[in-house]
């Protein structure tokens, strides 16, 4: 089977840097996945890496330690609208298919 | 493009009723998935297809609840009998494969049962 860790909240001032970690348990893995979530809606896809290192997407990166079962999200120069929930995800080595963690509700403040 | 699209967006039933909800995932996708999401915590996988064959379905509560794709297009989700730990919101996502597998989510049907 496979279990994810996460907190289950942080808070940041607009303008900060904020991570999030992820610890995972898994029997096969393939990659690790972030997703945002806003209130009532639907998740989005924000990176992926199934590789070590580190993934920059503007201002959002992702990094990954296949040794330490361990990644993290790295959120630069909080906006107000990056309040939200941030799910990370294993992707299973056989069928595709992917665990979420319980997410990390982060709430930007001015 | 067009999106996941999701039937209907909000349903109230009383328990013991049935409920059935619509996805029609992104045109091209082959792969199509179900998730149980229950306030507060992640999306649960319940049901994976894989064009219209069943990839994974050990967490579909079988005894209750029911997923087709007959022609490997939209998909259809069936609680029947429901229970009150159903209420919850279900999410329809797809993907079309490649390294990072990404899923595309429709804007899900929050199921209420009464």
């Known amino acids: 089977g496979q279990s994810l860790e996460q907190p289950s909240e942080v808070t940041a001032v607009e303008g900060a840097i904020v991570q999030i970690n992820c610890t995972y348990q898994?029997?096969?893995?393939?990659?690790l996945s972030w997703y945002q979530q806003h209130d009532g809606g639907a998740p989005t896809f924000l990176s992926y890496?199934?590789?070590?290192g580190l993934e920059e997407t503007g201002r959002f990166s992702s990094f990954l330690s296949r040794s330490d079962s361990y990644g993290y999200l790295l959120l630069q120069e909080l906006q107000m609208k990056d309040s939200a929930s941030y799910f990370c995800?294993?992707?299973?080595?056989?069928?595709?298919?992917?665990?979420f963690g319980d997410g990390t509700t982060l709430t930007v403040k001015p | 493009e067009a999106g996941v699209a999701q039937s209907p967006r909000y349903k109230i039933i009383e328990k013991r009723q049935s409920v059935a909800f619509w996805c029609n995932p992104i045109?091209?996708?082959?792969?199509l998935y179900w998730y149980q999401q229950i306030l507060g915590q992640g999306p649960k996988l319940l049901i994976q297809?894989?064009?219209?064959?069943?990839?994974?379905d050990s967490q579909l509560p079988k005894d209750r609840f029911s997923a087709e794709r007959l022609k490997g297009v939209d998909s259809t989700l069936k609680i029947q009998p429901a229970k009150l730990e159903d209420s919850a919101v279900y999410l329809c996502?797809?993907?079309?494969?490649?390294?990072?597998?990404?899923?595309?989510f429709g804007p899900g049907t929050r199921l209420t049962v009464l």
């Open positions: 996502a797809s993907s079309y494969g490649g390294l990072s597998n990404e899923q595309f």
């Open positions: 898994t029997s096969g893995f393939y990659g």
């Open positions: 890496n199934a590789l070590d």
């Open positions: 995800a294993v992707r299973d080595l056989n069928a595709g298919k992917s665990t």
């Open positions: 045109s091209g996708h082959a792969t």
């Open positions: 297809f894989q064009n219209n064959g069943v990839v994974d």
